[in-house]
């Protein structure tokens, strides 16, 4: 079965909007094991819109169309499918009644301009959609279902799942299947390296199980695909040999973030923690407390940009950030020291830094970062010159130095030794 999506909309064609839509599609199609084989955007011309419809037609045996079902002048989808067929749009009777019953319970007055939304094409079937007033509506075009959704992604979202997704397993009961999906979160590594080791596994990778990679700096994540179908031991031999190439740049499995794997073990260890930030300006714990009950184990985190913060509020001596820098390992050990005494906190990890573009000197260029965790046994720094062979912006060096900070701290809390070793990170020092 071939599926292909549209996606209408000068807004998405000029990247105004960023099309999360098709994103999702995608994705949750390859969960119930089905392909996304082509995807196209259109702006709303229509002569554009019912080429598209015809072209796709010919190609393939299902076409979700996202957008255009709105009431203004610029919604054309069900105008352009009713010319590609052929046919006129009417008035759907059991859509306005909808709409009606939509406005009187939100105590407004349907406009004249909402009953575009009720006008489909003569042979079209109504999707339903219960959570906006943009009828869905499927029709059949050289032998193709093409299948219109709104563009609102929580209104698209539903009828994906209770309207197109049980449409698509009447439709042929045998395709499809639910896939398993397996994330392994990775720090420090390179993806063309990364393919190069998994590729050279010695196990064989089961049919019908299948490799992605998603790269979304400065974590690249590996995704398994497996279909029920395959042996559960055998998927998990495969993914024991995948961890064992991916080694200290495997930092979690089945999480999106770094900041969500050491947010469960921070709850899950009953310690708390405190933070003191220089180059990062808050970006850990600002990750950390997007997270609900993140309040069970951060005390705060002490923004210390500035030579004298570091003394005010973190405690470091006149005397180290004269014969060392603010960016030195003695500099964060006695700033993450600092923190963790002042908050009553079990750990406490700093950074210090020089982000870019300025500021950096021969001696300690632009991406250098220094970092250094704290615990009642002792303190543990480490540098990195995240810059060298490689030019990296001032965000990228800052979200570089937010991950390696979590990751010391998630190391610390499954009881390995806090510095890791990233392939692809060049580390300076460690003390």
Not at 397 to 421: F, G
Request: proline share 4%.
């Amino acid at each position: 079965m071939r599926i292909e999506m549209i996606c209408t909309g000068e807004e998405v064609l000029s990247g105004q909007i960023v099309d999360t839509n098709a994103a999702w599609v995608a994705n949750t199609l390859m969960e119930q094991g089905y392909e996304l084989n082509r995807k196209m955007t259109v702006g709303d011309r229509m002569d554009d819109l019912v080429d598209a419809f015809v072209q796709a037609s010919e190609r393939a045996d299902i076409i979700i169309v996202n957008g255009g079902l709105g009431p203004t002048v610029d919604d054309l989808s069900a105008e352009a499918a009713a010319k590609a067929l052929g046919e006129p749009v009417v008035m759907f009777d059991q859509w306005r009644k909808v709409m009606e019953s939509m406005f009187a319970a939100r105590g407004r007055t349907m406009t004249s301009s909402n009953l575009k939304q009720a006008m489909l094409p003569a042979s079209a079937v109504v999707v339903d959609n219960p959570v906006g007033t943009a009828c869905g509506f499927r029709v059949k075009l050289n032998g193709a279902w093409l299948f219109f959704t709104p563009g609102v992604p929580h209104e698209l979202f539903r009828m994906i799942e209770e309207q197109f997704l049980p449409f698509l397993r009447d439709l042929n009961p045998e395709a499809g299947g639910q896939v398993r999906v397996h994330k392994l979160l990775t720090l420090g590594q390179a993806e063309s390296a990364m393919a190069n080791d998994i590729a050279d596994i010695d196990v064989p990778c089961p049919e019908g199980v299948s490799l992605g990679y998603r790269a979304s700096m400065p974590h690249i994540e590996v995704k398994l695909f497996c279909r029920q179908s395959v042996n559960p031991d055998a998927f998990e031999q495969y993914c024991s040999a995948v961890r064992q190439v991916l080694g200290d740049s495997l930092v979690g499995e089945n999480l999106p973030t770094m900041a969500a794997i050491v947010h469960e073990l921070m709850l899950e260890s009953g310690k708390s923690l405190a933070l003191a930030e220089s180059c990062t300006g808050g970006m850990v714990a600002e990750q950390l407390v997007t997270l609900a009950g993140s309040s069970a184990y951060l005390e705060g985190s002490l923004v210390t940009y500035s030579n004298h913060a570091k003394q005010v509020l973190c405690g470091v001596s006149e005397t180290t950030l004269a014969d060392f820098g603010a960016v030195s390992m003695e500099t964060t050990k006695e700033m993450a020291e600092g923190a963790r005494s002042r908050l009553g906190a079990d750990y406490g990890v700093s950074i210090s830094g020089i982000a870019g573009p300025t500021g950096g000197s021969e001696e300690k260029p632009v991406g250098t970062v220094c970092f250094s965790l704290s615990t009642a046994k002792g303190t543990v720094s480490q540098t990195f010159a995240f810059s060298k062979g490689a030019q990296r912006s001032r965000t990228l060096v800052r979200k570089l130095s937010a991950a390696v900070a979590l990751d010391m701290l998630r190391r610390q809390l499954l009881e390995l030794h806090p510095v890791a070793n990233y392939p692809f990170l060049t580390r300076v020092s460690q003390a």
